[in-house]
DNA sequence: CCTCGATAATTGAAACATAAAATATTTAAT
DNA sequence: ATTAAATATTTTATGTTTCAATTATCGAGG
């Protein structure tokens, strides 16, 4: 279905706007598939995308404010974040001996494990999205890099 | 600069990794520069797809339930969302004649008015999207319909 | 015209997000 | 060595979202 159809605008100030209402509405649409897939782990999208950046790290420790920097949602309370994942023992968290402001941040076993089995629903779940081709993805991608470029 | 180096992942898993991080992230970047505007006037994001729904429909009054199907966010609890906009004067409501369960929503003149304020810095703020063509928003936008034809 | 399942909207409680203030530490400048 | 500004994180207060439960009404089938 078209966005005009989803939302039921038969008419956009410009390509532009269509676009912006069509990028929204695409992403929540995605956050709510992945969302149903989270819940059978009771973990949030937020809290997902905390443990992918700490396994994109391990073995080595990252601070809190280097995951808020490559968080997608950059408003996210990281702290907080971290506060759920660490009463689920799926990260540690302990202070910088480098830094005595900073926290370090670490993903425990038991997080590993936990992306170990989302992964292929993640993966099986990212079929989905082969309505378009790979070098259609690509294209999209790098069209929104140019788009975003400040 | 690339998804690659705002969120600092240097690897994807596939073209469609790439791209659905990437639409989450611009989708955000979008709404925060946006949310900027709207603060301006004291209302939300949500509150404003509400407003542009019912000026859509104006004179003409529609249902709660209506604007829900219509919204970008579909999870947003638009009762709530209402009665904000209720308070602030921006909206009348009052029970559907032909269905009592119904709610009859319709945007009031001080919200019609409101809109007309926020329109040109929307549309000023669209600007920044112009680092693509009119062509490739367009393009984008009917690979994300296709992403989603489901 | 009565019952039952479906639909429309609202609410209550818990979880979560946001913005601003507070705390602790580091860095840089005198 | 002392102060001031900057940085890293946490907390507080407030507002928003979410999920499930609730109330009210409708419409179809007996």
Redesign the pocket.
């Known amino acids: 279905m078209s966005i005009e159809t989803d939302i039921k605008q038969k008419k956009f100030r410009s390509p532009y706007q269509r676009l912006g209402l069509n990028l929204v509405y695409t992403s929540n649409w995605i956050q709510y598939q992945q ?1 149903d897939i989270f ?1 059978e782990y009771d973990i ?1 999208s ?2 997902f995308n905390v443990l992918r950046i700490l396994r994109g790290q391990h073995p080595s420790p990252i ?6 920097e490559r968080m997608l ?1 950059k ?10 994942l660490l009463v689920k023992k799926l990260v540690d ?1 302990k202070s ?1 001996p ?8 670490i993903i425990t076993e038991t997080g590993l494990e936990l992306l170990k089995h989302l992964d292929p629903e993640i993966e099986a779940w990212e079929k989905n999205l082969a309505r378009i081709t790979p070098e259609e993805a690509d294209l999209i991608s790098s069209l929104l890099d140019k788009l975003r470029n400040s």
Chains 1, 2 share one sequence.
């Open positions: 969302m819940r949030t937020q809290q601070k809190v404010s280097d995951i808020a949602d408003n996210s309370n990281t702290s907080r974040l971290i506060d759920k968290r910088c480098n830094d005595r402001r900073a926290v370090d941040v």
